[in-house]
T-cell receptor
Framework: GAGVSQSPSNKVTEKGKDVELRCDPI?????LYWYRQRLGQGLEFLIY????????KSGLPSDRFSAERTGESVSTLTIQRTQQEDSAVYLC?????????????FGPGTRLTVL | AQSVTQPDIHITVSEGASLELRCNYS??????LFWYVQSPGQGLQLLLK??????LVQGIKGFEAEFKRSQSSFNLRKPSVHWSDAAEYFC????????????FGTGTQLKVEL
């Protein structure tokens, strides 16, 4: 079946512009996670959604970052007034639930470059 | 707070040789441990995971990992490496319970010499 998809695969933007990144999770997966992978570093947790519960935003680095999810479907991560330090690969993952035994399935990522 | 250390940034092995990638974690409670592989242009793929029970865990593609609580380690091993194993490998620890946020190490880049 279809895996997690993300769009765009690459995004180049100018400093100060807003960007939106999209994630389509695997159908039926109630949990959705966003991570950031900076060059030479591991993945950093940003935010996660579980069903209709309030999202856990504890990993968002600043108030310029926000994310939405409609029900158990598509999620968008928005970065306002982008800065050069926002350049990274943004990865989305989904899992059947947010329980620790459930595997997170990752998308291919969106590479964001802020000039 | 939980953390993961992968001390080797790059490792080069010859095809057919054995492989061990190191992972050390810091976590106050029972750790939930994972190894993921990331090939160029691909998303992360789960190799194996440990929650409890037998400390030697078998995964896909011939990989295994051993959980050693006394050493806070979860090293990944493969007896004979194939050229297609060249990729970046990430160790991760999960928070457990509801909301399985993963904390990842910085990764080990594996190069396989033919």
């Amino acid at each position: 079946g279809a895996g997690v998809s993300q769009s765009p695969s690459n995004k180049v933007t100018e400093k100060g512009k807003d960007v939106e990144l999209r994630c389509d999770p695997i159908s039926g997966h109630t949990a959705l996670y966003w991570y950031r992978q900076r060059l030479g570093q591991g993945l950093e947790f940003l935010i996660y959604f579980q069903g209709n519960s309030a999202p856990d935003k504890s990993g968002l680095p600043s108030d310029r970052f926000s994310a939405e999810r409609t029900g158990e479907s598509v999620s968008t991560l928005t970065i306002q007034r982008t800065q050069q330090e926002d350049s990274a690969v943004y990865l989305c993952a989904s899992s059947p639930s947010d329980w620790y035994t459930d595997t997170q399935y990752f998308g291919p990522g969106t590479r964001l470059t802020v000039l | 707070a939980q953390s993961v250390t992968q001390p080797d940034i790059h490792i080069t092995v010859s095809e057919g040789a054995s492989l061990e990638l190191r992972c050390n974690y810091s976590y106050g409670a029972t750790p939930y441990l994972f190894w993921y592989v990331q090939s160029p242009g691909q998303g992360l793929q789960l190799l194996l995971k440990y929650f409890s029970g037998d400390t030697l865990v078998q995964g896909i593609k011939g990989f295994e990992a051993e959980f050693k609580r006394s050493q806070s380690s979860f090293n990944l091993r493969k007896p004979s490496v194939h050229w297609s194993d060249a990729a970046e490998y990430f160790c991760a620890v999960g928070a457990g319970g509801g909301g399985n946020k993963l904390t990842f190490g910085t990764g080990t880049q594996l190069k396989v010499e033919l």
